[in-house]
């Protein structure tokens, strides 16, 4: 018994002990980032006057929060044609080419990206990379995600639920309202948060296909992280791991509710 | 004639290389409870689903009151389904599930309210209106499905082996709430189901299936004591099956029996089948002589398995009244009404 809360002890904080080492460190005194000096918030507040992160925060926010609902519109349009065209030509192909987006180290697809990108530059009227570029690479790496989900949902759906509508004198976009969509919004919004936090915490696509003028938060930590440590940077760290874990208990819960929705 | 008379006409329908339906014609009578019956596979439910609209029969036509189903979609059908899983609405409420269809008509919401509480007073839920389906029981789910069907007034009413899902004693109860429904609305009622003594005791009309094809039509007492065919015999009820041959016209040469005096008229010399109802042999002392191999008690009634001469086996039903049992081993007599004797030809 105590052997396997050994174990268990061990395993979490193999897990979880260099994440609540920054989250304490954050509430640290000093400036030194491995030296407990007495407990303050003064980090907090100075990184609330940090123009230059307090920017790429809200750059982030708005490119995940853009990239995360283009991804739940293509992904679900990608996972009902998964779940419902039947076996449509192509079918495997389309399957495949989605996977590979979650299978593909992120540097070769930033890569791919990237290359793409710039043979688009010449085109008139393309916006040039920034942040609308971040916001595509996040959207198609979240969209495959979201088809996943969505496709899942869509599989164990009850189809006579469907038709009872329909039997009942709703026309198919009255069924789709009132009864498909209700019913899968649960995974719609499980998906939109993993996208979210996918474009939220992204650092690998974000360099690749980003211009001079974007930089997002991840962006920023990982290049201060090389210029040496700074505790801001561990107060940072805190609210992103207090917004992750909020948004995943939140994907977790929604994506759990079917199985009380569908009994 | 009353509404929501149903005619198949030549109705056929592949799925793949399998004809589950093929040249099926029927007519159902506007006011009746019609089941229909088959084993599975035998077409029935791809009928029902022809006649809600789910699918499109390849030929034939589908006239609902005379008018032509053909190109109609399901939500303008005058024809509601109850789903075998009752496929309630997990996410609305008993009345919002009862008001559904009522709103797909642009009803107004006081009027809405009006009729679901109609419709739940009919189906005796009243107080439950703000329940959830997963807070109900199987019995209470299933009456919600029946008045979200019968709250958009159908002109027919199909039923997907209602019973399936419900325990023995909630079945009894079900089906006496079905004849009631039925009696106060007036409405056509198609019932679909694999079990025989579920249409027998419920439909005035019972349309038996046999691989894509109509088996016979009738009365519950048609389809039991008059089958048309060996088919039909087999799959209502128990029959005994002995082989023979038509002497003349009246009776059948059964080897090592003797001759059977039976009401058909066939051809002489052909083979057939003589069949018996278990329940219309008589065991006394009159009759064919016969050895009593097994018994097995019932309570109300006691099945004898009994061994002619001949090597002719057959079971007889006799009703426990008095208590007295032949035995195991004990010679008796076997006889049965002239009437009672069904011949088919092999």
Redesign the interface.
């Known amino acids: 018994m105590s052997l396997r809360l050994l174990i268990l002890g061990l395993v979490f904080a193999f897990l979880y002990g260099p994440i609540l080492w920054i989250v304490v460190f954050s509430f640290n005194e000093g400036r030194l980032v491995t030296l407990w000096s007495g407990f303050s918030t003064r980090w907090y507040g100075e990184l609330l006057r940090n123009q230059r992160l307090m920017d790429a925060a809200g750059l982030s926010l708005v490119i995940a929060a853009i990239s995360a609902t283009l991804a739940t519109i293509l992904g679900s349009l990608s996972g009902f044609a998964l779940a419902r065209l039947g076996r449509f030509r192509g079918r495997l192909l389309f399957a495949g080419a989605l996977g590979a987006v979650l299978t593909l180290p992120e540097v070769i697809l930033g890569l791919a990206q990237l290359l793409a990108f710039v043979a688009l530059d010449d085109l008139p009227g393309w916006p040039g990379r920034g942040a609308a570029t971040i916001v595509a690479a996040h959207a198609t790496l979240g969209m495959a995600y979201v088809a996943l989900v969505v496709q899942a949902r869509l599989s164990d759906f009850d189809r006579s639920l469907e038709e009872a509508a329909l039997d009942l004198g709703a026309t198919p976009a009255t069924v789709f309202l009132t009864v498909t969509l209700p019913l899968i919004l649960p995974a719609l919004g499980g998906g939109w948060l993993i996208a979210f936090m996918l474009s939220l915490d992204d650092v690998v696509l974000a360099s690749f296909v980003s211009g001079p003028g974007a930089t997002t938060l991840p962006m920023v930590v990982f290049s201060s992280a090389r210029l040496g440590l700074n505790p801001q940077i561990n107060a940072l760290a805190t609210l992103m791991v207090g917004i992750g874990a909020l948004a995943v208990l939140s994907a977790v819960w929604l994506l759990g509710r079917r199985q009380e929705l569908s009994r | 004639m009353a509404l929501g008379a149903l005619s198949v006409e030549g109705v056929a329908k592949r799925f793949g290389a399998a004809a589950v339906l093929d040249g099926l014609s029927l007519r159902i009578a506007g006011g009746s409870f019609t089941a229909l019956l088959g084993a599975s596979g035998s077409g029935k439910t791809t009928l029902l689903r022809l006649v809600?609209?789910?699918e499109a029969p390849d030929a034939g036509r589908i006239l609902l009151d005379g008018a032509d189903m053909d190109g109609i979609?399901?939500?303008?059908r005058p024809?509601?389904?109850v789903?075998q899983?009752y496929?309630?609405?997990?996410?609305m409420s008993v009345a919002d599930n009862i008001g559904?269809?009522l709103r797909?008509?642009g009803l107004a919401a006081g009027e809405v309210r009006r009729r679901v509480s109609e419709m739940l007073a009919l189906v005796r839920l009243d107080g439950l209106e703000d329940r959830k389906p997963?807070q109900l029981s199987g019995g209470q789910a299933q009456r919600v499905a029946l008045a979200?069907?019968l709250a958009?007034r159908p002109k027919l009413l199909l039923l997907d082996e209602p019973m399936a899902a419900l325990d023995r004693g909630l079945r009894e109860h079900t089906r006496s709430e079905l004849k009631r429904l039925h009696r106060e609305l007036g409405t056509t009622f198609v019932l679909v189901t694999h079990d025989q003594e579920e249409a027998l005791a419920l439909a005035d009309r019972v349309a038996l299936l046999d691989r894509g094809h109509l088996a016979q039509e009738g009365t519950p007492e048609d389809l039991y004591e008059r089958p048309a065919s060996l088919a039909v015999a087999r799959f209502v009820g128990e029959i005994n099956l002995i082989g023979g041959r038509t002497s003349d016209g009246g009776t059948v040469e059964i080897p090592g029996l003797g001759s059977i005096r039976v009401p058909a008229r066939l051809p002489i010399g052909s083979e057939v089948f003589v069949g018996i109802r278990p329940e219309k042999i008589d065991i006394g002392a009159v009759g064919w002589p016969a050895t009593v191999t097994d018994v097995a008690y019932h309570g109300d009634r006691s099945v004898y398995r009994l061994a002619l001469a001949g090597g002719v086996e057959i079971r007889a039903s006799r009703p426990n009244r008095t208590g007295e049992q032949a035995e195991v081993g004990e010679s008796v007599g076997v006889s049965w009404p002239e009437g009672a004797a069904l011949v088919f030809p092999k």
Request: aromatic share 20%; net charge positive; hydrophobic share 35%.
């Open positions: 809600a609209g789910f979609p399901p939500y303008e024809v509601n389904l789903f899983s496929a309630l609405f997990p996410h559904y269809g797909r008509e997963r979200r069907a958009k």
